[in-house]
């Protein structure tokens, strides 16, 4: 009863920290965008405006309007929603409003969400991988310690992680597609429309973004294996006659899941945010792709609802792995 | 055949020969002591007999033969079965000795399907009548319990039934009650002696406590170096030890029963000014820690004085307050309640006046600081400048025992107690009037803390400072303390002259500690022993 009082507690504790940042990057964003130095109504209207024309999208954008007014607006757009006049006819921004995108008259929350389901499907398939692949390598070569398999594994991850994706999905793009012609160049094919193919597309994204993370991961756990592995505890069942392959998979590994849980969050919550490079080299309508050409035209709205979209699911990623932890170790609950 | 056959035994890591040409034999069911202070390869030996150096880079000479497996030659799938079947090992500290992670009685379950074809219920079921067996209250619901939800003596019981729990012939046991507080140790070591009649196994015990071998063993072999001093029946080595190193270390041991020895008057006394010599005063002294549902009393209303020249000690087991108040006289720790008085006046904060010795001699100190530079901080903090901070720290190290030119080393290159003596000098550097050392010695062999009690009594006398002295270990204690303060639970349950309290302890918690130190003579051991079985028994 107490255990359970004490994990309520600590999920409610987390959750309320998670509010509390989440309000203190939208500040931070805000701030660094809008006051950030250019001429935001020329840019929106286009080189050819008159000055009259400007003047009435400064209006219309409320530009002149001081910058904690403005901060306020969008704070109220995403707790209770907007109604956006376009002319014509009142369009209604219901409540997490981000506002609207200046190029594009569209709600931002509307935009992303469009983009969310191909950068989701990017960031879980790459994770599956890179999880198989990294703790998989990292348990053989913490096994394998001190031989050559783990020197030759231990090389590999390495060059996996020096190399910049751009590098491994060229690679592999010119390999498997165009030479050996096993693949067609990916293009998005929705899961709703299609699973097969939507999975085949996918293929190469996933394998370029895991066979870097993969590195990450699989050091990770042979240095958290080979830490448990020096501790005292595993002494004990050696010298119980306990074999070597159940001390590592069994207690070693153990030790190992709390940092991958950690790091995995991390990992997983800023690709939510988009992929920019991978998006970019596979040509997938991603959050990464929308972001970038968001930032070049400059349409502030959708580039802080996007950064806005990066923290809140860092964030949530955290907090939910410091759930998975404590569950993980229950000693984290009582401490 | 002996169940341990050990036939000129060497070990080696690298270029240090932790053990040289040790040889000697156990026979079933009988009990040895392996007695050495740290670095004499005690430990090593009892990894040997398992065959723990395997695989380590330890180079293995000689031979080592337990209940019929030449551990040398046996394949690997041999030695899993002697470890743990034949023989098994119990640890020093059972906190890290169990995996964190899983349930107590499952990985005792794990060990005993390792050497035996059980189902996953039988072997649970197996785990839970050991727990029983070591007298783990509630043993089925407890052994879903993980490590850290039990206690110190609980967890080196769940070690002991994990021994326990493959029927070994031969049970190892590496400082099983290092760790443990004298009433728990003692319990500890009666479960040990019981198990022993009871199933017939063999006991091999290593331990740098010579009156824990005395309780438990029938030889003991003393070590030095990586050799054997002198092995013999328990009785006669320790009795009438035959060699010079042995006999050093037996009058190094402090004794709970030997009132300490008459120091010189203290010079200096006369001169004092304050009322009665008191220096320090605490007076209802209270600490919480937390808040709400969760605050804890880690000190409660204790009231004490510390006169000039006078060494107060101050004993508990862990827990019982002993640090918290040490902390609070020293000022490091604001009291939730009550008051420190410094020459009767109030004072907070920390003051030179009153100085602090810590435990730990290896992480009390900057390891990227030269001693000297150390020693000299205090200096610096009250202003002083120049060369003669230099040549007031030489004459600190000097003082404590140390060599001057040794100012610019390191902390990494002095032995423990050397340490402490640093440590000592940086406290003396303030120009206290009153050293409050908290287990200044508990980390140190019986040799090396002589020399620091000795130490510690010469700078009392002379420098006519004040010493609060807190330890667990009610002997050292009773070899420094004119007068004694006993703790547990944060209260002072006694407090009074200390020979008068170790002659006829009034309170019967301090009786129950006493009772429970081990005693270096075998036959009083065994007395003792059974006068602690009979609470047990009505």
Redesign the interface.
């Known amino acids: 009863m107490s255990a359970l009082h004490g994990f309520l507690g600590f999920t409610l504790r987390r959750t309320l920290g998670a509010v509390v940042t989440l309000l203190a990057i939208s500040v931070i964003v805000y701030v660094v965008f809008y006051a950030a130095p250019g001429d935001v109504a020329q840019i929106t209207c286009g080189q050819r405006c008159s000055p009259a024309q400007v003047r009435q999208v400064t209006e219309q954008l409320r530009l002149d309007d001081p910058l904690y007014v403005r901060y306020l607006h969008f704070l109220q757009g995403l707790f209770t929603g907007h109604d956006y006049s376009t002319g014509t006819s009142v369009e209604h921004c219901p409540a997490p409003c981000l506002g609207l995108s200046y190029q594009s008259d569209q709600q931002v929350m509307q935009l992303i969400l469009a983009k969310l389901p191909v950068t989701g499907s990017l960031a879980l398939g790459a994770m599956v991988l890179w999880l198989l692949l990294g703790v998989g390598t990292g348990v053989l070569a913490a096994w394998r310690r001190g031989r050559l398999e783990e020197r030759i594994l231990t090389g590999v991850t390495l060059a996996g992680w020096a190399t910049p994706v751009f590098v491994i999905g060229l690679l592999l793009m010119i390999v498997v597609c165009g030479q050996l012609q096993l693949l067609p160049f990916p293009q998005y094919v929705p899961f709703t429309e299609d699973p097969e193919q939507w999975a085949w597309n996918l293929l190469l994204p996933w394998l370029s973004l895991a066979l870097i993370e993969a590195a990450k991961y699989a050091r990770l756990t042979r240095s958290a294996m080979l830490e448990t592995l020096a501790e005292d505890h595993v002494r004990t069942f050696r010298a119980y006659g306990v074999g070597e392959r159940k001390i590592v998979g069994r207690h070693a590994l153990r030790g190992a899941v709390g940092p991958l849980i950690a790091l995995n969050a991390n990992d997983l919550g800023s690709l939510f945010g988009g992929a920019v490079l991978t998006e970019s080299l596979f040509g997938l309508p991603g959050i990464g792709r929308e972001l970038v050409h968001a930032v070049n035209v400059v349409d502030l709205p959708v580039v802080v609802g996007m950064v806005l979209l990066t923290g809140f699911f860092v964030v949530l990623a955290n907090a939910l792995a410091d759930v998975l932890f404590a569950v993980a170790d229950r000693r984290t609950v009582l401490s | 055949m002996s169940l341990v056959e050990v036939t000129g035994l060497s070990v080696a890591f690298g270029s240090v020969r932790a053990v040289e040409d040790l040889s000697f034999r156990l026979e079933k069911g009988a009990a040895l002591g392996l007695v050495g202070e740290s670095g004499s390869g005690k430990s090593t030996v009892a990894s040997a007999l398992?065959g723990?150096h395997r695989g380590t880079g330890a180079v293995v000479d000689g031979s080592v033969r337990v209940a019929g497996t030449d551990v040398g030659a046996a394949s690997e799938r041999e030695?899993?079965?002697?470890?743990?079947?034949k023989a098994?090992?119990v640890?020093q500290?059972p906190l890290?000795?169990?995996?964190?992670?899983?349930a107590v009685g499952d990985?005792i379950a794990?060990?005993y399907r390792?050497?035996h074809p059980a189902s996953r219920r039988a072997a649970r079921a197996r785990a839970v009548e050991v727990l029983d067996r070591v007298g783990i209250p509630d043993a089925a619901r407890r052994s879903r319990s993980?490590p850290?939800e039990f206690s110190g003596g609980m967890r080196q019981r769940a070690?002991i039934a994990?021994a326990l729990a493959?029927e070994p012939d031969l049970l190892v046991a590496d400082e099983p009650t290092t760790a443990l507080d004298v009433t728990v140790q003692a319990q500890i070591l009666d479960l040990l002696h019981a198990l022993r009649e009871e199933t017939g196994m063999g006991l091999l015990l290593v331990t740098h406590d010579v009156g824990v071998a005395a309780e438990s063993v029938d030889e003991v072999l003393v070590m030095r170096h990586g050799r054997a001093v002198e092995h013999g029946p328990v009785g006669s080595v320790l009795g009438s030890p035959a060699e010079a190193y042995t006999r050093r270390l037996l009058k190094s041991v402090p004794r709970v029963d030997t009132p300490r020895p008459p120091a010189p008057p203290a010079g200096a006394v006369a001169d004092d000014a304050s009322r009665d010599g008191v220096v320090l005063e605490a007076t209802g002294l209270r600490r919480v820690f937390g808040r709400g549902s969760k605050a804890f009393t880690a000190v409660d209303d204790v009231s004490l004085e510390v006169r000039r020249g006078e060494a107060l000690g101050v004993v508990g087991e862990s827990g019982s307050g002993k640090t918290t108040l040490g902390r609070m006289l020293v000022g490091l720790l604001e009291p939730s309640a009550g008051g420190v008085r410094l020459d009767g006046a109030a004072v907070t904060g920390v003051r030179p006046d009153v100085q602090m010795v810590f435990q730990d001699p290896v992480s009390s100190l900057n390891p990227r600081r030269s001693v000297g530079e150390s020693v000299a901080d205090p200096l610096r903090a009250r202003g002083e400048r120049g060369p003669a901070v230099r040549a007031r720290v030489a004459e600190l190290l000097e003082r404590v025992g140390l060599d001057p030119a040794h100012y610019d080393r390191y902390p990494h290159e002095f032995s423990g107690g050397q340490r402490q003596r640093v440590g000592i000098a940086r406290a003396l550097a303030a120009g206290p009037r009153v050293l409050v050392c908290d287990e200044p010695v508990s980390a140190l062999d019986v040799t090396t803390q002589a020399q620091v009690v000795e130490l510690l009594d010469e700078l009392r006398r002379e420098l006519g400072l004040a010493l609060v002295f807190i330890a667990h270990d009610l002997a050292v204690v009773r070899r420094v303390s004119d007068r004694l303060a006993v703790m547990r639970h944060g209260r002072v349950v006694e407090y009074g002259p200390a020979d008068g309290i170790y002659e006829s302890p009034g309170d019967p918690y301090t009786a129950r500690l006493l009772a429970a130190v081990p005693v270096l003579d075998p036959g009083l051991a065994a007395l003792r022993r059974a006068e602690r079985r009979e609470p047990a028994v009505t």
Do not use: I, K
Request: proline residues 3%.
């Open positions: 398992l723990l030695l899993r079965g002697l470890r743990g079947g098994a090992m640890f500290d890290s000795s169990l995996d964190p992670y899983y990985q794990e060990v390792v050497h993980r850290h070690l994990m493959c």
